[in-house]
Structure formats: C-alpha cells, structure tokens
C-alpha cells in the first residue's frame, strides 16, 4: 500500500476505506462493485493514475468485507484529476489477484467504466474517468472468468 494512505473505518458501509495526500481539494469516490459472487474475503479497489494503471503501486487502496451482489468502497479525500479504478475479490484473503496456469484470473476482477478485458486487460483510455472536487459514485461489475 501507498505511504500515502490513511485507514478509516466507514460505520455505514462496514467498510476499511483508505484516502491519499494532504489538502482540502479533495472529494468522496465511492466505488460500487456489482456482480460479487460470495461474500468470501475482501473486494479491493485500487484508484490509479496513467503511470501506474495496471501496477501494483497505485496511488489510492481501500477495501470492504466483500458482500454478494453488491460491495461498496468509498475513499474519504480523492484528489481532482484522471483515475481508473482496478478491482478484484480477494476471496481467499491473500491479498493479490490468484490465476491459474494460463494467468487468466481465478477470482473475479473489474475496472471503471467496465472497460473490457479481451485476450488481454483494459487500456488505460477505456477505463479513464474524471474526478472532480465534489462527491462522486462509480459503479463496474466484476467479470469472473
């Protein structure tokens, strides 16, 4: 996790959430995960910018006790800007994304803007989105190979 991240615990949602970097200028995201297949493990959210979309050292990490059908995270102080979201249910608490011996996943994963994955992940231009200083819902659905 980034050195950048402060862990809250949201009373309504349940929730661990986790916010970066000082400032006032920052507002809510809230992610809403559909398709959550079990309530096994944890639904992880990772909010990266360009340079690290698709890494494992994205800005902004948080996390909720994964419920089926619908889980959501919500990140108290996300910074304007351009984001996408990559998330994935740890259903065995291992805290990385398992596959199998081909590499396709073994626990269900998605990203913002339900940007597709075919063959290959998303490009960073399908799973964009633009966050501004107020308040601010997403909702994607993991795809569970």
């Not at 909720?64 to 259903?91: I, L």
């Not at 990203?111 to 399908?126: C, E, G, L, Q, Y």
Request: glycine share 10%; proline share 6%; net charge positive.
């Amino acid at each position: 996790m980034s050195l950048a991240l402060i862990a809250l615990t949201l009373a309504n949602a349940g929730a661990d959430a986790a916010a970066g970097g000082g400032g006032d200028s920052g507002a809510p995201l809230t992610v809403v995960v559909g398709n959550v297949r079990s309530n096994a493990g944890r639904v992880h959210v990772a909010l990266c910018p360009q340079k690290s979309f698709l890494k494992d050292d994205c800005a902004l990490e948080a996390s909720a006790p994964a419920q089926k059908g619908t889980t959501s995270v919500t990140f108290a102080n996300v910074p304007p800007g351009e984001w996408a979201a990559q998330v994935f249910q740890d259903e065995n608490g291992n805290k990385k994304v398992d596959r199998n011996f081909l590499g396709i996943p073994k626990e269900g994963v998605g990203f913002s803007r339900d940007a597709k994955i075919v063959f290959s992940p998303p490009k960073w231009r399908d799973a964009v989105f633009s966050h501004e200083a107020k308040p601010q819902v997403i909702h994607l659905a993991l795809r569970y190979f």
